[in-house]
């Protein structure tokens, strides 16, 4: 499900150019598909107003119907955790966050914080490619007794994760898509038709 309010999606490619955080050459991502561009959200909290902005976006994804759905918030490692710790905090909902691999030591979990089985949990990350980060966080949360049915980011770059997440009954919340940004920031006049084309070769949902 994509949720878009124009005024909005102006404000996230307004976003975007202020803190750089799309960038053009060649990236490899974490699915370890090669990429013509890369979205850097990593960048937006050492900006505090496009911060603020961006949670905002993230809670017009989370409408009340979801929100009841969901007894924990669980961030994606790295980008997801910063923006999941504000959101948990202005829904008053435990936070929790998924290492990319078990640690050897102390406990030895996977997935950091309190966690009981049976708890319904929503995962939250900032981009989603093929969904592998996603995936791989529901299946550690899981294996320790919790419920996954829902995950949110603000961004879907269209290369089958909203498939491959229905597949293990999961249901995908993104903010906007990348055909969407793309068409944008073209009609903005901030990326060129060469660019407009780099985007849209790597969309195939």
Not at 78 to 101: D, F, Q, S
Not at 112 to 138: C, F, R, W
Request: charged share 25%.
């Amino acid at each position: 499900m994509v949720l878009l309010v124009s005024t909005r999606l102006d404000d996230f490619c307004n976003v975007l150019l202020r803190t750089g955080s799309l960038k053009f050459g060649t990236f490899k991502l974490t699915s370890g598909l090669l990429s013509p561009y890369y979205v850097d959200l990593r960048l937006i909290p050492s900006y505090p107003e496009a911060f603020q902005q961006t949670v905002n976006m993230y809670r017009s994804v989370l409408e009340p119907d979801l929100v009841k759905r969901f007894q924990r918030l669980a961030g994606v490692p790295t980008a997801g955790i910063a923006y999941a710790a504000v959101i948990a905090l202005n829904l008053t909902k435990p936070l929790l966050y998924v290492r990319k691999e078990q640690k050897e030591h102390g406990r030895e979990r996977r997935v950091e914080g309190i966690l009981q089985p049976g708890d319904k949990v929503l995962i939250l990350d900032d981009v989603v490619t093929t969904g592998k980060s996603l995936l791989e966080a529901a299946e550690a949360i899981r294996a320790e007794g919790g419920i996954v049915d829902d995950a949110v980011v603000l961004l879907d770059r269209q290369q089958g994760a909203e498939e491959n997440l229905q597949k293990k009954r999961m249901k995908l919340h993104a903010f906007t898509t990348m055909r969407r940004i793309a068409d944008k920031l073209l009609n903005l006049g901030t990326i060129n038709e060469e660019q407009h084309k780099e985007i849209l070769s790597q969309i195939i949902t």
